[in-house]
């Protein structure tokens, strides 16, 4: 798959996608990378430390949280991205659900469009994604941010997301986009109790029928909190482990938060995976 100007190569190795988000109310980094300068920095910071793609936020999708409008949205996220894209090479992208937000910071330099909603929150984002012809990741979510872990529950989980990611990618081939540039993601936490993010990580191959290149983002999540009883700013090598089985089975792509620590354990766990 090419991205911006690079390529990668998913069977060469694991990719790391860091988050940025410049919010002031996300679960982990809210309020910390608001300013646009500190922003800026941790970017470059990440770019430095081994990323391979910046995904840059600026509405929180934690449990329970509120959209936030275009307008502030724009606000938030577009400086920052139009900062990036002149300081650093690797691809930038933005994480919205927004048409008009995903359009303008492809304008400014955006490569890549991460959709939590795997294009059905706003309908117009499929023909910014075909027209732009960039990869999109497309996530499974139940429900919204705002009520998706109101007592979430699966007859199958398996069987729900695998249908749901098939008529995304259904969806998004009938609007003229690149099944090729098409990334799927089983949105960790996303409408998800601690057994089912625990089922999705142990039996992430299940994803492999569909095709498509892995994104996976168990960082920092809650699911590790109640396992290990800590809050975000200690669940760090909760994270890196939940990363490991992860690449282990089948991730292409770990969105993380920790770059520096994350690049050394996919690296490892490569290694290990091919035996050399």
Known sequence: MKIKNQNFD???RTYLMGVLNVTPD????GGRFLDTKEALKQGMKMAEDGADIIDVGGESSRPGSDPVSVEEELKRVIPVIEGLAKEID???SVDTYKSEVAKKALDIGASMVNDISALRFDSEMRKVIKDFDVPV???HIKG???DMQKNPYYDDLFEEIT???KEAIRVAKNSG???????IDPGIGFGKRLEDNLEILKNLSFLKNLKKTILVGPSRKSFIGKILDLPEEKRLEGSLAALAVAVMNGANIVRVHDVKESKKVAKIVDSIKKGR
């Open 177 to 183: 986009i690149d099944e090729n540039k098409i990334i």
């Open 163 to 165: 249908s749901y990611l």
């Open 144 to 146: 919204t941010p705002k």
């Open 137 to 139: 990741v497309l996530m």
């Open 26 to 29: 996300s679960f982990y980094d």
């Open 90 to 92: 690797i691809p930038i």
């Open 10 to 12: 998913f069977s060469k």
